[in-house]
């Protein structure tokens, strides 16, 4: 019994861990399918910001145009 405990604990923490690793994965689109720049700091006045996107860490999607 003890085995399965922690066969299951280990699973749950494999799970665990690829899921936050591929967090920004679970999106369908990201800031280079949208045509976006990523940009740290702030957007351009003339770009929209569409939030993280799949760019690094502290960065800004940011989008001239969205169609």
Do not use: I
């Not at 967090?23 to 700091?41: H, I």
């Not at 770009?47 to 760019?55: A, I, K, Q, R, S």
């Amino acid at each position: 019994m003890k085995h399965q405990r922690v066969l299951v604990l280990v699973l749950l923490l494999v799970l665990a861990l690829y899921c936050k690793e591929n967090e920004a994965a679970s999106f369908p689109w990201n800031c280079a399918s949208l045509n976006g720049v990523c940009r740290q700091g702030v957007c351009l006045p003339s770009e929209l910001y569409f939030g993280p996107l799949g760019c690094g860490k502290g960065s800004l999607c940011c989008v001239s145009h969205f169609l």
